[in-house]
T-cell receptor, first 112, second 113 residues
Framework: GQQVMQIPQYQHVQEGEDFTTYCNSSTTLSNIQWYKQRPGGHPVFLIQLVKSGEVKKQKRLTFQFGEAKKNSSLHITATQTTDVGTYFCAGDYGGATNKLIFGTGTLLAVQP | KAGVTQTPRYLIKTRGQQVTLSCSPISGHRSVSWYQQTPGQGLQFLFEYFSETQRNKGNFPGRFSGRQFSNSRSEMNVSTLELGDSALYLC????????????FGEGSRLTVL
């Protein structure tokens, strides 16, 4: 069945360093979404990527969708303590599948 | 607009009991989906409802069931609780389903003793 792998599971950085998390799907996605969950909180939508090769930026966050629509990445430039949390990708396989499959998430810890 | 509301926020049950969780979506949203979140398994899809119809379900045993009412409010039920059912149960609403942004509630944290 469909599966979304996400790496790394955990990343510890010094404030100001960059951070990247990667998602890979075994099959082609209709679109991919990214969510952030702060400790003790609930997932909050960040962005959705739909087109092959799409790149979107939100301030210090850069999101990419692979050409084959099977992988995606989230890159944070110059991390801040407010970036702490777990970042999830979620793959939409569309069509009859009609499921949103979440990756296992990457927990980001930022040391001031 | 009010956000997604889940009740109860916390509950403790014992093995063999059953539990019902409630979710009120954002006004105007017709899609409600449910997820189980555990430290080891991440966010696991349970089922999704749209206009009172279950459109899809995840790989959970039949002990997990749900329904959606005409006002889009949804409930999920877990019967014959097991220790492994301890988790945070998250409800998410959206206008169209998975093709758009999901708005999550705060979740219902279930502990099974």
């Amino acid at each position: 069945g469909q599966q979304v792998m996400q790496i790394p599971q955990y990343q510890h950085v010094q404030e100001g360093e960059d951070f990247t998390t990667y998602c890979n799907s075994s099959t082609t996605l209709s679109n991919i979404q990214w969510y952030k969950q702060r400790p003790g909180g609930h997932p909050v939508f960040l962005i959705q990527l739909v087109k092959s090769g799409e790149v979107k930026k939100q301030k210090r966050l850069t999101f990419q969708f692979g050409e084959a629509k099977k992988n995606s990445s989230l890159h944070i430039t110059a991390t801040q303590t407010t970036d702490v949390g777990t970042y999830f990708c979620a793959g939409d396989y569309g069509g009859a599948t009609n499921k949103l499959i979440f990756g296992t998430g990457t927990l980001l810890a930022v040391q001031p | 607009k009010a956000g997604v509301t889940q009740t109860p926020r916390y509950l403790i049950k014992t093995r063999g009991q059953q539990v019902t969780l409630s979710c009120s979506p954002i006004s105007g949203h017709r899609s409600v989906s449910w997820y189980q979140q555990t430290p080891g398994q991440g966010l696991q899809f349970l089922f999704e409802y749209f206009s009172e119809t279950q459109r899809n379900k995840g790989n959970f045993p039949g002990r997990f069931s749900g329904r959606q009412f005409s006002n889009s409010r949804s409930e999920m039920n877990v019967s014959t609780l097991e220790l492994g059912d301890s988790a945070l149960y998250l409800c998410a609403s959206s206008e169209r389903g998975f093709s758009g942004e999901l708005f999550f509630g705060e979740g219902s944290r279930l502990t099974v003793l």
